[in-house]
């Protein structure tokens, strides 16, 4: 890509994280997001700064190994992780991860997400998996992702946080916001001690079909009531 498109995709990253930020899904510094240039290298996040006080000038560009080509610091923690995605699939330019708290508490309760409550889950999201605890900024955790990442939209990662991807930023950052109001919405469903409606079957697949219409095909054929 041109220096330009770089230039705008880096102020892209940061609006991401300061909406991460304003919106409570990362704290300290948490969270780290980028995307793929389509020259070979990848923009993202430095280590250890927080998502509030993103300026374009702090964004890396690295390689393919996760060194640094240009720019100060050093690149997230979970470089790894990010460059899992992109090594597996092609079709995928962005990522995200937060710390967000409802995704947190439900990695911690759940195994796979997969109630239909609310179109927007289903249409944005899909099944998504909760996967098993892995130490952050590992190979382990890494190689987790990258394998969710072929069939899902978006992982839940035990006691840990909240990984989404997409086809552009905004894809993918739609995703995490997505994900977080659905593990609130679920949150508060069982607070209230009350399971409600779910979608039926039918319904759930003819949201599924919306989905798959705008080219997603993952996230599963359809997110079937809890038993």
Known sequence: MSAVDK???REAICHAGHRAFQAGLVAANDGNISVRCGDGHYLITPSGV???DLTPDMILEIDG???PVDGKGK???ETKMHLGIYETQPDLNAVVHTHAPHC???STMETMLTAPLTADAVVLLGNVPVLPYAQLGTQALADGVAQASADYNAA?????GAVTWGRTLQEAWFAMEALEQYCRQLYMQRLLGNPGRLMTRAEADGLVAVRKGRG??????????EA
């Open 7 to 9: 230039a705008a995709l």
């Open 65 to 67: 190994a996760g060194m």
């Open 50 to 52: 927080s998502k509030g």
């Open 104 to 106: 947190v508490l439900l």
């Open 216 to 225: 997603v095909t993952r996230g599963g054929d359809h997110m079937p009531p």
């Open 75 to 77: 690149p997230s923690v």
């Open 156 to 160: 839940l990662l035990q006691n840990h």
